[in-house]
């Protein structure tokens, strides 16, 4: 157990729908990573968050966006959703937002479109 | 942009035997973090074993150790008696020291036979 949670584990919906995933960080980490695994484009980085603050942009659709709150849970919120948005979306924590830290990957979040 | 290349999909090995998995990376930076993951059918993301760029020793970590060749860019993985818990998918990972995001390789498929 990495200590990183995220809801929920299965999310089944339908193509033009909305998706909010939610993610709690380890305890202390302060930064939160949201990661992409599709059998088309592997792993793929999307967006951090460090304390609140967005700090790294990757290949992140327009229709998705992410956010960190006061407590620093992280939220990936997908719209208009698409049958190649099925994939699963990994939270990953860690302490600082440079550095040589770990990053600590949750249980992740499969969504399939339909 | 960095890029990360495991030229093997698929490796099998017996039980207590030894297997060598390979990525190579292309970057025109010079300080990095190389990291080994492990994918198991729970999909859970495990940290394996990191190495700095800058270390010249090779990192280990009990059964598994890396061979780092930073001028020929390359970090392959050996697993020393392979057991059945090591089956697994395994992805190569890049950071550079400045940034934030996990660059990842296409993956490798372990699996041990008995």
């Known amino acids: 157990d990495s200590g990183v949670t995220q809801t929920p584990k299965h999310l089944i919906t339908a193509t033009g729908q909305r998706v909010t995933l939610r993610c709690s960080p380890r305890s202390g980490d302060l930064s939160v990573y949201w990661y992409q695994q599709s059998l088309d484009q592997g792993l793929q980085f999307l967006i951090q968050y460090y304390n609140g603050e967005e700090r790294a942009k990757g290949n992140i659709l327009e229709r998705f966006s992410a956010q960190q709150f006061p407590d620093l849970h992280s939220e990936l919120n997908l719209s208009s959703l698409e049958l190649g948005d099925s994939a699963l979306y990994f939270c990953?924590?860690?302490?600082?937002?440079?550095?040589?830290?770990?990053?600590?990957f949750g249980p992740g979040t499969r969504l399939t479109v339909t | 942009a960095q890029t990360v290349t495991q030229s093997q999909p698929e490796m099998s090995v017996q039980e207590a035997e030894t297997v060598t998995l390979s990525c190579t990376y292309d970057?025109?930076?010079?300080?990095?973090?190389l990291f080994w993951y492990k994918q198991p059918p729970s999909r859970q993301m495990i940290l394996v074993i990191r190495q700095e760029a800058y270390k010249q020793q090779n990192a280990t970590e009990n059964r598994f150790s890396v061979n780092f060749q930073k001028a020929a860019k390359s970090f392959s993985l050996k697993i020393s008696d392979s057991q059945l818990g090591d089956a697994a998918m395994y992805f190569c990972?890049?950071?550079?020291?400045?940034?934030?995001?996990?660059?990842f390789g296409q993956g490798t498929r372990l699996t041990i036979n008995p």
């Open positions: 990953a924590s860690s302490v600082g937002g440079t550095g040589f830290y770990e990053q600590y």
């Open positions: 970057t025109s930076e010079s300080d990095y973090y």
């Open positions: 990972a890049y950071r550079s020291a400045g940034a934030q995001k996990l660059v």
